[in-house]
């Protein structure tokens, strides 16, 4: 097992090791804007919309601070602890005496609602006897809600060094530890999260029961016993086979995600092969058969499910921001394993895409659901009836800083580029430090200064990313020896202090197609450039119903703007198409082919923009799949 | 108003009248064989099948013979009385002492059920106190079970004479009359049915309160206040606005059909104008946004509801067989209302497609959804828990008769082509008797001899389909001149005894798109016949796979090949296109356009089969829009 010098836990089974909280400082660019807006505007509005929406007021209940009825729904709870957890990674990065004094408050609540047997559930503590906890785990997220007070403890206890929600969280774990195992409660949640959790919990406390338990709700799931209202299946909760036996990702894509990052955390502690293999198989379901190209998961809105294989309606796919948050998270996971490029390519891929359009650019409104086709409107909200979007964007983006840069013995990754500081300590090295400059996602220039060599030989990796099949390395202005190894340029030798690595990434626009069983991406082609997957919105055509009518030349020659005015600075692309004359099909949903394939049509320009910033200037029509000439 | 010589009641407001139920009998040909089918295999399974769900146990229960508890859905019953219906319908036909028994025993055990002040409903009288009767309306289907009632009622006792179903009836709709309207309960069911039902039987007793009910119940409609579980908005029970302020159809398919044809029988007795607008936006609304090519209705999984504009999946579309039958049900009423040609000619395209792939050939397994791709398995089934189809399916075959011809003053129209003899009433001319023999709709001869002329001097109107652009009539074998008006020929002459028509509606095959706006059905082409919309099945074709791999030549000449030996008699079209290398593609959902456009190819040989026979040799794959060239 490596030891990592200022360290926490090491997973005995990650080949890349992540860096600890404040290891990485993203001081510049891009996500720096992104980290600032979720401080100085996400963060206070979601903490206003946490005593609006009463989640703070059903803790005070709970606590017999106030008497009233619960509010929201019965994982209201959940919003508190995912805000509490966003707001720990930022303390984490400077103080902020509002900021400290919201967090406080709410621990406060939470600590007051806390009952004596470490028992906290608003929902259950105030309309139910206590009798009936954990009596309808399939349905009433008591455990679910559990693991988000764990992950916002161990953040919180990272950040701070306080013990205190670290405490209140152990107290749960224990009262939950007396309820669930083997001869006693023998089921596993309905939503998945506890499990992650516990591990975590696990990591930072040392306490081996929580490890257990997590491996326990693990092994407790697939008796294909769990249903709810009329019509949920046991495969919505997962629920249908052992998580072991399954090949699919399936139900509820949120829960599904939330499971295979758990499995990959009890994986990452135990390494048994059963755990990686059904992982392996799983993720091949997912991005063979069921993911969009903006890496959003989930075709169907009503069980917030994943489909059959390759049913990924345009306009009524879901991909909930939850769900693209979900897969992040278990794509993470699968990088310390494996350290394959592919699980560092698909974060790049969700986050820039599939994750951030769930954002406004002024932080403070929220796509639940993220269709790539828009006909009439679709306009982000300040805040949900079920909530579970907006506090999980906030602390995604707080805590982005740790999927950048990983190491292991001798070596350092850097797996996404941003403007960054990175204070590392690598295995058998010593303490390094390199600065990261680039105008990523706009421009694919990388500039890596090594400003602190530690003991000199090692060895740095970076990522080309698989859209990009030119890449470009220079130490120092001159060409240097760079072995491409599986997707990553693999820098082996003695640092000197003030090196400059310049990796080129060239971002030229590119065209791709859906797999033909696609239906709804069938005859369409969508623009990337970089990491961004581009959209038709309506604002920037000469008329918006152009988003719906307009076919995109194949052969057209793309211009590349970048616009720093506009979107907080952006870069749009324009290309020609053409536009039919579809009078013939007024009133008319089918024609014979001999009249529909004879329209008269004119040239148009087509301008694209970032899927991630649409929605931004109104609402109107936008499509990602745009048809072919 | 006219008065029909034999004829029960006209409505007011009809353009054209239908005719008796015994008017016209299929005697011949393709539909004869649908009905021997539907009277000798599904009205026998059915029978057993109201046996083993519990259908008529509950209302045995419901009458004291027997103890136990409520078995199936809340709204079982209606299982009861769309089979009774249905075998209404067969017993004016023909006696069978066999159904005949099943019938009346049925009888028996609704007469035993009722409750002294006339109300029926198993499930309420089993599960609940009497005082909670007509307290949940929007959920619970008391009325909607009540309209199945009255139009089984109706039925049974056109087609034997005996009052005693339709008596039952009366005392509940009396009851009902008791309970709701202004000033008593204000409200609207949740599902509706009642209102055609109610206007049924106003038509057979005269009852007048029956109309003023059926009014109520849809001037009630649209508060904007039904909700139903978390899911349910009103626009799911066409709640959201009055009906005669709705622009759309939207929600519930069924309901928004059973709804529509309400609404329509009501115009037909009142005229009121606002009613007949409202149903001219919402027939456009469905026909030009939200309509299968197939004639199936309902976009959505989830809440079997019509989606947005253009939202017209093919994988994962719904098109519940009831509700093809449902707009079947408005069509006619909207053709006897309008008389014109589009409204027989959705009936026909409704029929033949999206409607009849609801029944396997032996009559004795059902699909409730009925999607136009297929990309692993869809299987008929014998019955359903929720198992409103197969008895929806039963009636709807077995009074087919009455959707073929209708009468006005002086004037014949026919509007659907079957081997069948007509015994027709015709306002003004007295009775005439016609015979038509076709091959339809496999061939688009129709023959048409006059074997008694009645006065003589009439108008004979035959419909032209959409689909046929050249039709050629003839009188005796010699050219004849007829007015094409309106997509009727009319024929107005003096007849003479044994003269005979013939009308020739070549059916060459021909490729159809879908509007540009459809995503699933973009780039692809569907190939019709006739009537026939033809799929591609897995089993015709030399690798299952190439259902979902091949690419249709737009430019292929077609082979027609009838096969009287296959699937009961049919017609195979043959055809070539491309099948694509798709091995790029493998374990890959995006590809750059430039590799996903040069995948060599070589010629393939399509076969295609009629939508409404695939699945009968086994399950595999299937698909109706084929990706084009």
Chains 1, 2 share one sequence.
């Not at 080949?15 to 996400?42: M, Y």
């Not at 257990?212 to 697939?222: D, Q, T, V």
């Not at 949920?232 to 939330?258: C, I, L, T």
Request: glycine residues 8%; negative net charge; hydrophobic residues 40%.
């Amino acid at each position: 097992m490596v030891t990592l010098p200022g360290q926490m836990h090491v997973s005995h089974f990650e080949r890349l090791h992540a860096l600890p909280l404040t290891a990485v400082d993203i001081q510049a660019g891009f996500w720096k804007d992104k980290q600032a807006v979720n401080r100085h505007n996400s963060l206070p509005h979601g903490f206003a919309m946490l005593e609006e929406s009463g989640a703070l007021d059903n803790l005070r209940i709970a606590a017999g601070m106030k008497s009233g009825e619960h509010r929201g729904m019965r994982f209201q709870d959940s919003d508190v602890y995912k805000w509490l957890e966003a707001a720990s990674y930022e303390l984490a990065k400077a103080d902020d005496p509002a900021l400290r004094q919201q967090v406080d408050a709410a621990i406060d609540l939470i600590a007051a609602a806390q009952m004596e047997d470490g028992y906290i559930n608003s929902y259950y503590q105030i309309k139910f006897k206590p009798e009936n906890r954990w009596t309808n785990e399939a349905h009433d997220h008591e455990l679910y809600c559990a693991g988000h007070l764990f992950e916002a403890a161990v953040a919180h206890h990272r950040a701070t060094g306080s013990r205190r929600l670290l405490d209140i969280a152990c107290r749960f774990a224990d009262h939950i530890d007396t309820v669930f195992g083997k001869g006693k409660r023998e089921e596993a949640p309905g939503h998945q999260g506890v499990e992650l959790a516990l591990i975590e919990l696990y990591r930072e406390t040392g306490e081996i029961r929580y490890l257990a338990l997590a491996e326990f709700f693990i092994n407790e799931r697939g008796k294909n016993t769990m249903k709810g209202w009329a019509y949920f299946s046991p495969s919505y909760y997962q629920d249908r086979v052992p998580v072991r036996d399954n090949d699919r990702v399936e139900g509820h894509a949120v829960r599904a995600m939330y499971l295979t990052s758990g499995m990959a955390d009890l994986y990452l502690e135990t390494g048994e092969q059963a755990l990686l293999d059904a992982l392996h198989r799983q993720w091949h379901d997912f991005t063979s058969h069921k993911m969009y190209i903006t890496g959003g998961a989930g075709a169907r809105h009503f069980d917030e499910a994943f489909g059959e294989p390759y049913e990924l309606p345009d306009d009524t796919g879901y991909c909930e921001t939850c769900a693209a948050i979900a897969s992040i998270m278990w794509n993470w996971r699968m990088l310390r394993v494996t350290g394959e490029a592919r699980y560092a390519a698909l974060i790049e891929r969700t986050l820039y895409n599939g994750f951030l359009s769930g954002v406004s650019l002024d932080g403070r409104t929220f796509f639940y659901v993220n269709p790539l086709l828009v006909r009439e409107a679709h306009v982000r909200q300040p805040w949900f009836q079920c909530a579970c979007c907006p506090p999980n964007v906030m602390r995604l983006i707080a805590s982005l800083n740790r999927y950048l840069v990983t190491v292991s013995v001798g070596e350092l990754q850097v797996h996404q580029y941003a403007g960054a500081a990175i204070a590392a300590d690598i295995p058998e090295v010593g303490p390094v430090h390199l600065t990261m400059e680039t105008a990523y996602p706009w421009e694919g220039t990388v500039r890596i200064t090594v400003d602190d060599v530690g003991s000199g030989d090692w060895r740095l990796r970076l990522r080309v990313p698989d859209w990009c099949s030119a890449p470009r390395v220079q130490l120092n202005g001159q060409p240097v020896e760079a072995v491409l190894e599986e997707s990553y340029l693999l820098l082996a030798r003695r640092w000197q202090s003030g090196d400059v690595i310049t990796l080129e990434l060239p971002m030229a626009p590119r065209l791709m197609r859906a797999h033909p069983y696609v239906s709804s991406s069938r005859g369409a082609l969508a623009l990337e450039r970089g990491p961004l997957v581009y959209c038709l919105e309506g604002i920037d055509q000469p008329e918006a119903a152009h988003v719906l009518q307009a076919q995109l030349d194949p052969n057209t020659a793309f211009e590349v703007e970048p616009r720093p005015d506009l979107l907080g600075g952006t870069v749009l692309i324009s290309g020609y198409g053409f536009l039919p004359d579809l009078s013939a099909w007024e009133n008319r949903l089918y024609l014979p082919h001999h009249v529909a394939s004879v329209l008269p049509r004119r040239p148009v320009e087509l301008r694209f923009v970032p899927y991630h910033q649409w929605g931004n200037r109104g609402t109107g029509p936008m499509r990602v799949w745009v048809p072919m000439d």
